[in-house]
């Protein structure tokens, strides 16, 4: 075989070497010249991390800035299995403290991919533990959750979010976009493990906070609600229950309780059809004798009936297609318009509604807003159900005018309440008082609004002084608030079912007003299907209304008259009795926002043993926590905190003062900051706020006391 002379072999190498350099040279020209750009972003994209810097979701308050729901932060735990060294040896460490079982553990760390969820919502001390333990592949998201400081304390109405912090129902819903503030975003350049590359300039786009609502709700007021319905629920057993309170001027909604009820923060463990249907908004019922006061506007308004018109009961009225009974069939005999208002007589009211006809009547079942939507500041309402008025027949009108073959909402029903107390005006109900920026600033204001005059206000008067009458009088007179002249009316309706009624289900409400001559609050009591034997109106919603009106009134300081008068045979209400705890055990008191001499002292009186941490200062936190059975002489832990390392002076942490005379949790209450409102007689019993609720100091906490039992 020939080879070349050396010098070709030379020539040859050094053609090829220039022609690989111009191929080369040409490549690199093609790429950064032609596909320069593209790639350049492609590069880029695959070394900038883009984070999602999420908002703080805005705090809801009720009207005097006590917070209601507010966010807290949290951390998701990831694990990344393919770098977990060992899986059985991690799993062991992590699931204590995670409260999650070993096993559980172990299958996430030994499954595929590089992003496997651990556990979501795990609080600051957790993650910290977790972090000590210093495992490889182990990652943690921040994020927060929300926190509802009175947990189910109006449960419906302020709603809750899902795992995105996307409001789902009730207000967190309505104002969603108020509350969930803007995103931000966070530009870094990392390496192939994503880590962040030294000496390189990050971006930061900060998210925006989200607004915080102030609502018109009370609080207080709200406590006096969820306590009585917590006994119309042990009493009778109802399948749905609600109560509502507001300012009749304003149309501001002061309270809505309702029942069932459920936890918020954790909403998921509860059936659908507790959270999903508030029955404020949601639940039509056939309203009953309450109604009767539409059927009285209407009447007083268009002058077809007088107060001293005559009428006869004998039991029951005769109308084309049926007899109508009256609830006592015995009969009222001869009567009055206005006696016939105070007996709740359904054959006058149907004689009266007769005479008033349909094209009226209907006006001013329309006009009170009947088979419309209230727009109230709640994400899904019920219109009721009004039959249409051209197939109304004369035996459909007498119905209608007691409140039969006619459906109403709870809501519904107290707007038009509301109309007959403050002159007449069909008030906006709302929930909402403002909203504000993160800093304070007020976004928007929601002034009250009036949709129309419904009645004039000489009727409104008239009407006012007819219902004052039913609790003086009448069918109302468990209503009867001491001091304080109280118009309304009570109802009793039967549940509709296929074509008629079911049998032995009924709906008890009571809807009234005080102080009748200038309203300061409108309260609406539905109870519906109660067991137990009790179902009027009288028997079952009017006392609740008693005692809501009553606390409502003496907490917003409206002045009484003790020379008003009383219900004939009227009967103080007297105090139920405390629960007692068997002798060999007792129930460890919450002694959290106790300074650290009281906190020892209830302790000991309770006939407990308080071992400390920390030195001086309020409790902060107390194990076992406050109503745990534990035997006599047990230990309690508690951690004491110096006021001026919480961060938080201008905040108290309200104390448990259940148990207490009024004179001693006066003396704690102004020993921690706070002030006193108290009411009733004894020992503390209930109070609002409950105990662990911060506080602005110079707050005000509302105490009930009862006489002491025997």
């Known amino acids: ?131 000590k333990l210093g495992i490889n592949g182990l990652f943690f998201e921040e994020k927060s959750r929300r926190s509802f400081r009175q ?75 969820e306590r009585e319905l917590d006994r119309v629920v042990q009493e009778n057993s109802p399948s749905r229950a609600v109560i509502m309170v507001a300012d009749p001027k304003t149309g501001e909604i002061l309270a809505m309780g309702t029942r069932p009820t459920f936890d918020p923060e954790n909403w998921n463990k509860y059936p659908q059809s507790i959270w999903d249907k508030n029955p404020a908004t949601l639940y039509n019922y056939e309203p009953g004798s309450t109604f ?89 309402e019920e219109k009721g159900v009004v039959k249409t008025k051209e197939k109304v027949t004369e035996l459909d009108l007498a119905t209608i005018s007691i409140g039969q073959s006619v459906s109403v909402t709870p809501v519904q029903m107290l707007r038009a309440l509301c109309a007959v107390a403050n002159g007449g005006r069909l008030m906006q109900l709302h929930l909402v008082k403002s909203v504000n920026s993160s800093d304070g600033k007020v976004v928007k204001y929601f002034e009250p609004e009036s949709d129309r005059q419904v009645i004039s206000e000489a009727t409104s008067r008239q009407l006012s002084k007819l219902l004052q009458k039913v609790v003086l009088e009448g069918t109302g007179k468990s209503a009867f608030v001491e001091g304080y002249r109280v118009a309304g009316k009570t109802g009793t309706a039967q549940v509709p079912e296929h074509g ?91 002694v959290v926002g106790f300074p650290l001499d009281d906190a020892l002292q209830a302790l000991k009186t309770a006939g407990f043993y308080g071992r400390l941490e920390g030195k001086q200062g309020s409790v902060s936190e107390q194990k076992p926590p406050g109503g745990t059975i534990l035997d006599r002489g047990g230990t309690v832990l508690i951690k004491v905190s110096p006021a001026s390392t919480t961060g938080l002076k201008d905040q108290v942490v309200v104390p448990d003062l259940r148990g207490m005379t009024v004179k001693k949790a006066g003396m704690l209450l102004e020993e921690v900051g706070l002030n006193l409102n108290p009411y009733g007689s004894g020992l503390a019993a209930r109070q609002s706020p409950a105990p662990g609720t911060k506080l602005s100091r110079n707050s005000t906490v509302i105490v009930e006391f009862v006489p002491p039992r025997g």
């Open 500 to 590: 008629g009624y079911a049998q032995g289900r009924y709906v008890a409400s009571f809807a009234g007003f005080a102080p009748a001559d200038d309203p300061r609050i409108a309260v609406l009591v539905m109870v519906a299907e109660p067991k137990g034997g009790k179902y009027y109106g009288s028997e079952v919603a009017a006392p609740a209304f008693q005692a809501v009106a009553r606390d409502t009134l003496r907490y917003l300081r409206v002045p009484e008259d003790p020379a008003l008068p009383v219900p004939k045979d009227y009967i103080k209400e007297t105090n139920p009795a405390p629960v007692p705890v068997a002798s060999t055990k007792r129930v460890v008191p919450n």
């Open 1 to 131: 075989m020939k080879f070349l002379p050396k010098k070709y072999r030379l020539v040859a190498i050094l053609a090829g070497s220039v022609l690989l350099f111009v191929i080369l040279l040409g490549r690199l020209s093609w790429l950064q010249l032609v596909k320069g750009e593209e790639l350049s972003q492609m590069a880029s994209g695959i070394r900038v991390k883009d984070e999602v810097l999420k908002p703080v979701r805005g705090t809801i308050y009720d009207r005097n800035r006590n917070e209601l729901v507010t966010s807290v932060p949290v951390n998701s735990v990831i694990a990344d299995p393919s770098i977990i060294g060992d899986p059985a040896k991690e799993a062991a460490r992590i699931a204590p403290l995670l409260d999650m079982k070993t096993g559980e553990i172990m299958k996430k760390l030994t499954s595929k991919g590089q992003y496997v969820l651990l556990k979501n919502n795990v609080d600051a001390d957790t993650t910290d533990s977790l972090k």
């Open 151 to 225: 947990p189910g304390m109006a449960a419906h109405m302020l709603g809750f979010v899902g795992l995105d912090n996307e409001g789902l129902n009730g207000l967190e819903k309505s104002f969603d976009k108020e509350l969930r503030g803007v995103t931000g975003t966070l530009l870094i350049e990392t390496d192939a493990q994503g880590r962040q590359l030294p000496q390189t300039v990050s971006r930061r786009i900060p998210p925006v906070p989200g607004s915080d609502l102030v609502l018109t709700m009370d609080q207080s007021i709200q406590f006096f609600v």
């Open 292 to 380: 009767k006061i539409i059927t009285a506007a209407a009447a007083l308004e268009e002058g077809v009936v007088k107060e001293t018109d005559r009428f006869y009961d004998p039991g029951y009225i005769q109308v084309k297609g049926g007899k109508i009974y009256c609830w006592d069939r015995s009969g009222h005999g001869a009567e009055s318009f206005a006696e016939g208002v105070a007996n709740s007589c359904n054959p006058v009211y149907i004689q009266v509604g007769l005479k008033i006809g349909r094209e009226k009547l209907y006006r001013y079942i329309n006009g009170f807003g009947f088979g419309q939507s209230t727009g109230i500041d709640l994400p899904w």
